[in-house]
């Protein structure tokens, strides 16, 4: 596993991964399948934010990315619990890419320079390139997955202590009873 070595203009050691990682937990009770996106809303807003002003969240304005950095670059971000597995599995849990609402095509167009990855088991936070991004894909009609070589992966930081942050869904819940 690679320290840091990529070169971007971005400078992933401002960014305060305590409280991005504190939203990314805060969120956890998010689990049915109609509050996923707005958990990943939340958990991008905070990257943004926590950011030091090197990311802008781009949300679905455009297609394929997440974020545009301060160095011009695309950042797309994937977040998941146990991503990067156990120390014996060599690649990441299985990623989605691309979720086509009819059948793909074989070839994906390049929709951003700069992936980040997120695990929300072991707090730690890595980046990876188009290139080795789309190394292992495989596409299944509608579908676009890959798995990461940890070998890969950037490490930007690990094992994060997280913020304290209320439960967003019990603050949801909350506020939704409070004004009906």
């Known amino acids: 596993m690679n320290d840091l070595n990529v070169k971007t203009g971005v400078d992933f050691s401002k960014f305060d991964y305590e409280n991005i990682f504190g939203v990314i937990k805060a969120t956890e009770n998010m689990r049915q399948n109609q ?34 950095g301060i160095d011009g670059l695309r950042y797309e971000s994937k977040s998941c619990h146990g991503l990067f597995q156990s120390d014996r599995v060599a690649y990441t849990k299985s990623i989605f890419l691309k979720k086509f609402h009819t059948k793909s095509f074989l070839e994906v167009p390049k929709t951003f320079d700069y992936m980040l990855l997120w695990d929300s088991k072991e707090m730690s936070v890595g980046l990876i390139t188009w290139e080795d991004c789309i190394k292992n894909m495989v596409v299944n009609d509608a579908n676009i997955k890959t798995k990461i070589m940890k070998e890969d992966v950037n490490f930007i930081k690990r094992f994060v202590n997280p913020a304290d942050k209320e439960d967003f869904m019990e603050m949801l819940n909350r506020n939704i009873k409070n004004n009906l």
């Open 35 to 68: 509050m996923r996106p707005f958990k990943v809303y939340i958990q991008e807003l905070s990257i943004e934010k926590f950011s030091n002003n090197q990311l802008t969240y781009i949300g679905d304005s455009e297609n394929g990315m997440d974020f545009r």
